[in-house]
């Protein structure tokens, strides 16, 4: 069975980092796609930033336009865990933040919610002005 439990949300002042981490069990990070996504209230849900590794190996790393330079994914295989480094966090990163994963993804697909096949319970993260 498949189980992705993120963790690390909060609340934080405008400017600040927070980390967020996605223990996954039952799938492999070192051969899939991870992404992480988020969504706010009335809002769809949108892809933050993916990546796609192949026998630990990573191929790509894909971001937000909103999001590049300020959030970094990666992951630790052997821990199986996906994270989300986030610095200069600006109020409009608010929103529940989610983990995904499924077994391929590429430059047109990586923010596409359809593809991902399993997805975890989501994190709040609350930024403040």
């Known amino acids: 069975q498949v189980q992705l439990v993120e963790s690390g949300g909060g609340s934080v002042q405008a400017g600040g980092p927070l980390r967020l981490s996605c223990a996954v069990s039952?799938?492999?990070?070192?051969?899939?796609?991870m992404g992480w996504f988020r969504q706010s209230p009335g809002k769809e849900r949108e892809g933050v930033a993916a990546?796609?590794?192949?026998?630990?190996?990573?191929?790509?790393?894909y971001y937000a336009d909103s999001v590049k330079g300020r959030f970094t994914i990666s992951s630790d295989n052997a821990k199986n865990t996906l994270y989300l480094q986030m610095n200069s966090l600006k109020p409009e990163d608010t929103g529940m933040y989610y983990c995904?994963?499924?077994?391929?993804?590429?430059?047109?697909?990586?923010?596409?919610?359809?593809?991902?096949?399993?997805w975890g319970q989501g994190t709040q993260v609350t930024v403040s002005s």
């Open positions: 995904a994963a499924t077994s391929l993804c590429g430059s047109g697909s990586w923010n596409n919610v359809a593809i991902f096949n399993y």
């Open positions: 039952g799938y492999t990070v070192s051969s899939s796609c």
């Open positions: 990546t796609y590794t192949r026998g630990g190996v990573i191929y790509n790393t």
